[in-house]
């Protein structure tokens, strides 16, 4: 079937855009189907905010991989695509833009703010979206999702309401990680840890009433990072069982700046260990005191709260605070309470010694300290007692969690599920409300006493309330996981009983980074659970991360961060996605590797020549989806190749083993196809040969397509009239034969022929081009039918004289094997033979004594255990690479006898 003539050079920019286009255009990425079995994936939806980054690109080669290959196997395959509100980094992304106006989100109404959010996502919301299709992703545009769409919204205040009637969503006074940047809740998991250079400051709290311990003193000895939390404190805590404080439990602290008096109370918490054996407690400011104090009696209501929005100081209830302190900045206040707690004679100093004996006090021990901050706001996070929605995660974790025993839920790589399990049978209290003005907001009203009324309308509430009650809405708003957590059913049109949801739900996969297993795999699998009594998802496919050449972080700040854009723009998308699909193995993360991306250009360089050599031959596009009828040995070969491939190709794909897919795919082009076949058929263009050539290349094509899109299509289209089966919907190989073991036998060893052959040459110095002599006397009945039936593959790229049956003449000569056949290649005159033993041997003493000088360093225990890793990583692959040099050295020794 005629195309047309493809260009001499191989240019990803000039094909990408064109079939992108083209693919969405025409609807390709969603063809109709319905009667089709139905295969679904949705994309973790990335920020409206969001730039693609390298994750994206992995995250999304791989789903695109998955989808395109059950599109090719002619399922209705629904790739659901869309974007997330992202609440807090949408919010700061419009108050940074009016900030560069000197302008600020409070100068509006809550209204007129979120109509300026609305603008700057029509303006500006799309980049990740024209990015992700660069990348080739074949998602279902015409359905694109937004957390924000009016049909989403409506399911998110459903749930929410749903689940406040069935008592599993409450308001509740509890400790929060409060970021006083974006003055928000947020939760656990945007918490990121941090290690800060701080202050281990020990003071005296004074024992009230003239009381004293059984040692004699009258005060207990406290420590602490966060002196300005002693404002709030409500408690000295000290082990029930600790023999120090056995007095002194159920007397009273006067506490030396507020004068405020508490209790010393007994409880577990306390490490009799650890310092002075003795915790301060603030209830209303720390995770453990926040326990500690209820279970000393005290109730969250009756918690000391110090601190504003901003973690400014404020007066606490009880009116104790000092009023120098009030309205000043916590880290301010810090030194303030040390430099005064120093002056009332209450620091106890830190002593050091040096090496003379000489002691220097100072007001704390220095310490790195582990502290939370926001990963969004970059502060310090500050444990706050406010009032927040919760959602009672707990009940809510049982389904998912029995889910994945029974196998209802498959998590790949397995090993996930112990961390999953960990997680969720130890989940706390999902708090999923943010104090912000971007978002869904909580359906919840209250009357002027303070009565909650939830509805899915301010009708219904005021219908709940009574006619007179005067409404407020609550002004938070929901948690961005909270609604992304319907994901994969409200994208389908549920609450509504739609065709999509009945066809699409649930999903047949999910393909998520593990960074956001908690995050929104788990929370998916628990609102999914509850309200369709059916998992979201039937396989959970976790990927690592994509680390810097060096196995570190990729960070801004280390300058080791790698744009896929740029890569795409140097080598094209389809070779960035054969990277990430080679590179991932299951439980590891990919280390980036510039050359390899560039490798696989050169991949997709190869197909394109190999292309370009079959059209100037007159093979082009094939007519049948099955194998054509074959007599030649090398036909019926490369269709069993292909027969062996495609089921490698599909046990890896049932297997999620991208990187197993991958190189088998890449072996097959480039191993099978390019180096063997296109060489044993040149000067042998028969019809029989052409029309095999030009299947086995559609086949190549099919399955290569899944992992480099645009190419792939370009050469489906350039070797046949095919404008109305394009490539993106064709069919998955069904090659309808098997494996011809005695044709696969035959070429197998020419290969191993050709190939000895040609080591052999390399190894002794003689030119690939020279042709020699080759003997084989008393050959089996099989190897001589071979030998007999080849003689032109044996002569062009073998380089031999044919090959005779009868002993070879005396004299030097190297034994090349292939099958049973031990085949005798004279050297005399060929080489010099002495001269090349005393080469070889030279080149093995040096190759064998670097090998052995590796093996001692890596043998010794100092070099492994305190070098570098990265020194003790190339040491091992210096030792490998001698090593193999010596084996090849002594193997060549040995052919000159």
């Known amino acids: 079937m005629t195309g047309q003539a493809l260009d001499k050079t191989f240019d990803p920019a000039a094909i990408e855009a064109k ?12 063809p109709e189907r319905p009667d089709a079995q139905p295969f679904t994936i949705v994309n ?21 991989v998955v989808i395109r290959y ?33 302008d600020k989100r409070t100068n509006y109404t809550r209204e007129a703010f979120v109509e300026k959010v609305w603008e700057w996502k029509a303006e500006s919301g799309g980049t990740i979206t024209r990015q992700l299709r660069r990348l080739g992703c074949s998602m279902d545009w015409s359905r694109e999702q937004f957390t924000m769409d009016p049909h989403f919204t409506r399911a998110v205040v459903k749930v929410f309401v749903d689940l406040y009637n069935q008592g599993l969503i409450y308001r509740d006074k ?4 409060w970021d006083p940047k974006l003055k928000t809740a947020i939760s656990d ?34 420590a602490t990072t966060r002196p300005e939390t002693m404002l709030a404190d409500m408690a000295v805590a000290v082990h029930p069982d600790d023999p120090r404080y056995q007095s002194v439990i159920g007397k009273e602290i006067l506490q030396p700046l507020t004068g405020r008096r508490f209790k010393v109370v007994a409880d577990e918490h306390a490490d009799p260990e650890l310092g002075s054996g003795a915790v301060k407690i603030t209830p209303g400011h720390d995770f453990n005191d926040f326990e500690v104090g209820k279970r000393a009696g005290i109730k969250p209501a009756q918690m000391l709260n110090m601190f504003d929005a901003e973690a400014k100081v404020v007066q606490t209830a009880d009116g104790l605070v000092p009023d120098k302190y009030v309205g000043l900045d916590r880290f301010v206040v810090r030194e303030m309470i040390v430099a005064d707690m120093k002056a009332a004679g209450m620091l106890i100093p830190h002593v050091t010694k040096d090496k003379d004996g000489n002691e220097t006090e100072h007001d704390a021990e220095p310490r790195t300290i582990q502290t939370p901050f926001g990963d969004r706001g970059g502060v310090v996070i500050e444990p706050w007692l406010t009032d927040q929605w919760y959602v009672n995660a707990e009940a809510l974790a049982k389904a998912p969690l029995e889910a994945v025993r029974s196998g209802a839920i498959e998590i790949v790589p397995k090993t996930w599920e112990k961390t999953f399990f960990n997680w969720m049978e130890n989940i706390q209290p999902w708090c999923v409300s943010r104090q912000l003005w971007w978002g869904h907001r909580i359906p919840a009203w209250y009357g002027s006493d303070g009565q909650c009324y939830v509805a899915e309308t301010e009708e219904e509430a005021q219908a709940k309330a009574g006619a007179g009650v005067t409404l407020e809405r609550d002004p938070d708003v929901l948690d961005t996981w909270f609604s992304s957590a319907l994901w ?29 297993l908690f995050f929104w795999d788990a929370r998916m699998a628990m609102q999914g659970l509850h309200f369709m009594k059916e998992v979201p998802w039937k396989r959970l496919y976790l990927h690592g991360l994509v680390r810097a050449a060096d196995g570190q972080k990729m960070s801004k700040s280390k300058g080791n961060v790698v744009d896929p854009l740029g890569l795409i723009d140097k080598y ?24 390899r991306v560039e490798g696989y250009r050169n991949f997709a360089t190869k197909l394109w020549n190999a292309a370009r050599f ?19 040995a090398v036909n019926k070969w490369i269709i069993g190749e292909v027969v062996e491939t495609l089921a490698e190709l599909d046990k890896a794909f049932a297997d999620l083993r991208f990187d197993a897919a991958a190189n088998a795919v890449y072996h097959f082009v480039w191993d099978q196809f390019c180096d063997w076949y296109i060489e044993l058929i040149k000067g042998s263009f028969d019809e029989e040969t052409k029309a095999v050539a030009g299947w086995v290349l559609d086949q190549i094509l099919v399955m290569l397509h899944p992992f480099m899109p645009f190419v792939t299509e370009e050469l489906w289209n350039a070797l046949g009239d095919r404008a109305g089966t394009p490539l993106i919907t064709a069919r998955w190989p069904q090659p309808g034969t098997g494996v011809d073991a005695a044709a696969k036998a035959e070429v197998d060893w020419l290969i191993a022929l050709i190939g000895n052959l040609r080591t052999a040459k390399n190894e002794l110095g003689i030119a690939p081009g020279a042709k020699l002599d080759a003997y084989l006397p008393d050959p089996s009945a099989q190897t001589r039918g071979i030998i007999e039936r080849n003689p032109g593959a044996i002569d062009r790229l073998a380089r031999l004289n044919g090959i005779r049956f009868e002993p070879a003449p005396a004299g030097a000569a190297m034994q090349v094997g292939a099958g049973d056949a031990n085949i005798v290649v004279p050297l005399e005159g060929v080489i010099d033979i002495a001269a090349e033993q005393a080469r070889l041997t030279k080149a093995l003493e040096v190759a064998t004594k670097e090998a052995k000088s590796l093996e001692g360093r890596l043998s010794n225990p100092a070099f492994v255990e305190k070098a570098k890793p990265e020194a003790v990583e190339k040491a091992r692959a210096d030792h490998a690479m001698h090593a193999a040099e010596a084996e090849r050295l002594a193997a060549a020794l040995a052919r000159l006898g």
């Open 174 to 177: 509890r400790l929060v990680n």
């Open 572 to 595: 094209g998308a389809d070779a960035l996605r054969f990277f990430m699909c080679a590179m991932e193995s299951q439980g590891r993360d990919v280390k980036m590797d510039e050359k």
């Open 614 to 632: 079959c059209q100037s031959n007159g093979i082009g596009a094939s007519t049948s989806l099955e194998a054509p009828a074959a007599t030649a």
């Open 488 to 516: 994969p059913v409200a994208t389908l049109g549920w609450p509504d009983d739609t065709t999509l949801v009945q066809r699409h739900y649930p999903n047949d996969l999910l393909i998520s980074g593990f960074d956001i």
């Open 44 to 64: 973790p939806p990335p920020n409206v905010t969001g730039s693609l980054h390298i994750g994206h690109a992995l995250d999304n080669t791989l789903q695109d």
């Open 70 to 102: 059950e599109r090719l196997r002619g399922k209705d395959a629904l790739w659901v695509v869309g974007t997330d509100h992202a609440g807090i980094a949408t919010q700061m992304v419009v108050e940074r833009q009016l900030e560069q106006q000197q």
């Open 189 to 222: 998991l945007e918490v990121e840890t941090r290690e800060v250079k701080g202050g281990f400051w020990h003071f005296k709290y004074p024992l009230a009433d003239g009381v004293k311990r059984a040692d004699g003193l009258d005060y207990i000895e406290v």
């Open 19 to 30: 079939w992108y286009e083209h693919w969405e255009t025409n609807g390709l990425f969603r």
